[in-house]
Structures are given as C-alpha cells and as structure tokens.
C-alpha cells in the first residue's frame, strides 16, 4: 500500500489529464487546452516536492514518474502537430530522442546488469524546454498572439532535445566500454606472479 501516495496519486492525475489535453487541443479548445496542459505539467513539480519533502519516494514512483512524463509530452506534440499548432519536424524530432533511448535502454537490459537508467540533467532541461514551446504553442492559439514568435521556443526545445540525446548515447558508450573491459581476458603481464 505504501505506492499509494500523495505523490503517485499526482502523477496519476497527469496520466488521467492527459486525453483531456489532446482532446482540447485536437477540437482547437486551445484555452481549456492551455489550463489543463498547465495543471497537468505542475504535476510533475508537485509530485517531485511531494516524494522529497514528505519522504514519499518510493521505487514505483521513480519508475511511474518519467513514463507519466513521456506520456504527456508525446500525446500533447502529437496532437499539437495535428491541429498545425507545432512543426512536424520538431514533433518528429522529439520521438526520434525517445525511441532512442528506449532502444539503447531495451539493449542495456538485454545485454547487461544495468538495471536503473536515472534521467540526466539535459533531460531534465530538454523536458522543460519542450514543455514549455508547448506552452507557447498553447498561450498563442488560446490568446490569438500574432505576435508571439514561436520559432524561438521551437528551436531552443529541438537543441536541448538533440543535446540531451547526444548525452545518452555517450552515457550508453560509456556503458559498452565498461562492460567490455570487463569481459576481455587480462593481458599477459597482469598474470599475478607464482609465490615462491
């Protein structure tokens, strides 16, 4: 019982925002849109707050956390990139990431003893970003700002997005390495000495 929390239950309530948000967004409800996007992405802080202050970490919500995570951000650009609201370049950009590393994350269980896979700082950082071109993709259709560029919040969310997945495929270079010095045989002159 103790997965049932305040800090799961909150990540829970972002999965269960989360057909609401593409709904909005696909019937061009973009204000309701906004405010549920909103509500959903405080979530992720407050669950955070929640699991540190309150010691309610636990290894469900660690693993609940990132999935509830992608969940959101995935079903949010694609629909975003239906109702024309984000380029589908960028869209396109942010799965290729994904996969990526679900791909090299899928390896690593087939093939090695790695079995946590913390997020990184620049995903961290390439998560808030695409947050927040979402959030200005969002504010522009709800409010009718024409002259809100958006381009800038586009192209910050796409570098951090291809910077933090350059830093998960060294992470998994590093990983490789390490497990393949592992598994040479040592070299002649490692051989210990013979006691005499």
Same mark, same amino acid.
């Given at each position: ?5 305040l800090?799961?239950? +909150?990540?829970?309530?972002?999965l ?6 593409v709904d909005?967004?696909?019937?061009r409800?973009?204000?309701?849109? +906004?405010v ?5 992405s405080?979530t ?5 707050l929640?699991?540190?202050? +309150? ?38 950009l ?5 996969f %990526?590393?679900?791909?090299m994350?899928?390896?690593? %269980?087939l093939f090695?003893a ?16 695409q947050l ?6 969002l504010m522009?259709?709800?409010?009718s700002?024409? +002259? %809100?560029? %958006?381009?800038?919040f586009f192209?910050?969310a ?7 997945g350059?830093?998960?495929v060294?992470?998994?270079?590093l ?18 000495q013979p006691?005499?």
């Amino acid at each position: 019982m103790k997965n049932f929390n305040l800090a799961n239950g +909150l990540t829970a309530a972002r999965l269960a925002l989360t057909p609401v948000a593409v709904d909005a967004i696909l019937t061009r409800r973009f204000r309701l849109a +906004l405010v549920v996007f909103f509500v959903a992405s405080m979530t992720d802080v407050f669950d955070g707050l929640a699991a540190r202050r +309150l010691k309610l970490d636990t290894k469900f919500g660690a693993y609940f956390d990132p999935i509830a995570d992608k969940v959101l951000l995935a079903a949010a650009y694609l629909a975003l990139g239906g109702a024309g609201a984000v380029p589908w370049w960028l869209v396109i950009l942010i799965f290729a990431r994904d996969f %990526l590393i679900l791909g090299m994350a899928t390896a690593a %269980l087939l093939f090695t003893a790695y079995r946590e896979f913390p997020p990184s700082v620049w995903g961290k950082i390439s998560t808030f970003f695409q947050l927040l071109a979402g959030g200005a993709a969002l504010m522009k259709g709800a409010f009718s700002l024409r +002259l %809100l560029p %958006l381009a800038p919040f586009f192209w910050v969310a796409a570098a951090a997005t291809v910077w933090s997945g350059a830093g998960y495929v060294w992470r998994g270079a590093l990983m490789a390495r390490q497990r393949a010095a592992a598994a040479s045989p040592p070299t002649e002159g490692a051989h210990p000495q013979p006691r005499g």
